[in-house]
Nanobody, 114 residues
Framework: QVQLVESGGGLVQPGGSLRLSCAAS????????MGWHRQAPGKQREFVAT???????NYADSVAGRFTISRDNAKNTVDLQMNSLKPEDTAVYYC????????WGQGTPVTVSS
């Protein structure tokens, strides 16, 4: 079993920044890919970004150039730095990893509004 706990969500104005953090515990290995997904109200959950243990990253087109994913393999943490936030980034953000199956955190809400 893997446990994921997110933090860092909140309310921010358009153009602002937020940093999300996720701490993994349990049967987590530094080799596991980690990432972030999000679910906006009334929409399906969608991919945001992933990062491998070697630091290879992948981003959704909608966030590329604005969001940066990073991880600390020693601490089993993954962060998402979100810059130039837009109202359409409003969603609940979920930390994700895979270890024989997908694991999800409980989610942290991000609201971008003036």
């Amino acid at each position: 079993q893997v446990q994921l706990v997110e933090s860092g969500g909140g309310l921010v104005q358009p153009g602002g920044s937020l940093r999300l953090s996720c701490a993994a515990s349990g049967s987590i290995r530094s080799s596991n890919v980690m990432g972030w997904h999000r679910q906006a109200p009334g929409k399906q959950r969608e991919f945001v970004a992933t990062i491998t243990s070697g630091g290879n990253t992948n981003y959704a087109d909608s966030v590329a150039g604005r969001f940066t994913i990073s991880r600390d393999n020693a601490k089993n943490t993954v962060d998402l730095q979100m810059n130039s936030l837009k109202p359409e980034d409003t969603a609940v953000y979920y930390c994700w990893t895979f270890n024989t199956r997908s694991y999800w955190g409980q989610g942290t809400p991000v609201t971008v509004s003036s």
